[in-house]
């Protein structure tokens, strides 16, 4: 058993219970408050969405809900102690910041690693500025094709308070790009391989690929169910069973990396796009998806209750305690 710290203070592993492993409350890119023709919420109607998709999330059994908003993107910790609260949802934040072309970088591009580093651990060890609020684990993000200097500092650092800490690290691949580079980097930072999760693995319909990642010893996110726009459900699905069936369910995560309030308009690659046309372009992308279809789905080829608990119990425990999975 280990301790875990929440947003509400820290649990012990055994009790997380259900666990979804990517999921955000709300997100802002760096300057969408600028955007003053974007739709505007009060806290209230946001904080209001958050706990009816918590309890929604509850009904179907789920206890714990790890948001790893990067620091740069608008994370807001009490926010999400408040509804962690009302709601009776365990809650759990990261440390870290995002990817360079898509971050708020001006900062840790001046600062030296090692202060990176430093200011993890305050966040993991004491708590995010002066709110007592502690992060869970590290989040680190690259880009592609390529991780650039400015990304491998912050993986860097990243790594290095994890293995002084004693916490997991989940990471942002580009559609399962480079994800054998940043467990190298981490793994050279001093971070055991079963203590990493390489996320958004499931970018690429690749076989190999996430068997190379899970062979090494590290978790894989496949955890964006929902974004059609990047791939259909249906690979995912197969890339999932294709993991199940070569007695993978030890190495693997479930998520959809929805975001329950989107703070400015989206813009994606560069482009903005009218407030909205998310949810149109891609209306199953949010966090009860799993459970309404594709677990069913999943069900009819195959996946067992007993993989069912191991991937979204049994996994999450084990990544937090940092015990090394069992032969499978
Ligand atoms: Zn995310």
Redesign the pocket.
């Known amino acids: 058993m280990a301790k875990v710290q929440t947003v509400t203070g820290p649990c012990d592993s055994s009790e997380l219970g259900t666990t979804l492993v990517?999921?955000?409350l709300k997100?802002g890119f760096p300057g969408w408050e600028m955007d003053g023709l974007a739709p505007t919420y009060t806290r209230e109607e946001v904080r209001v969405r958050a706990i009816d998709k918590l309890q929604e999330l509850q009904g179907h059994g789920v206890a714990t809900y790890l948001d790893?908003?990067p620091v740069d993107l608008g994370r807001d910790v009490e926010f999400m102690a408040e509804v962690a609260q009302r709601s009776g949802m365990r809650v759990i934040c990261a440390t870290g910041a995002y990817k360079e072309d898509q971050g708020l970088t001006y900062t840790f591009a001046a600062l030296p690693m090692e202060e990176i580093r430093d200011i993890y651990i305050k966040e993991l060890t004491e708590g995010v500025g002066d709110t007592g609020i502690r992060a869970g684990l590290v989040k680190v993000a690259t880009g592609s094709p390529t991780i650039s200097p400015y990304e491998l500092k912050l993986l860097t650092a990243g790594g290095m308070a994890a293995a002084e800490v004693g916490c997991p690290v989940l990471t942002?691949t580009d559609d399962a790009c480079c994800g054998q580079e940043q467990l190298q980097i981490l793994i050279d930072a001093g971070v055991p391989a079963h203590r990493i999760m390489v996320?958004h693995s499931d970018g690429r319909s690749d076989h190999a690929y996430h068997r190379s990642l899970a062979d090494a010893g590290a978790y894989l996110g496949f955890?964006r169910f929902g974004i059609h726009t990047i791939i259909p459900d249906e690979e995912r699905i197969k890339s999932v069973m294709a993991m199940v069936q070569a007695g993978y369910r030890r190495s693997i995560f479930l998520s959809h990396?929805s975001?329950c309030t989107w703070l400015g308009r989206p813009i994606i690659d560069g482009k903005v796009f009218p407030a909205g046309i998310v949810e149109r372009l891609a209306p199953d992308w949010n966090a009860t998806h799993l459970f309404k279809r594709i677990l069913p789905e999943m069900r009819n080829q195959g996946l067992t209750e007993e993989d069912e608990r191991v991937i979204f119990e049994e996994n999450p425990r084990r990544y937090f305690e940092g015990e090394v999975a069992p032969n499978r």
């Open positions: 990517h999921e955000h997100i790893p908003c942002h996320g955890d990396d975001i």
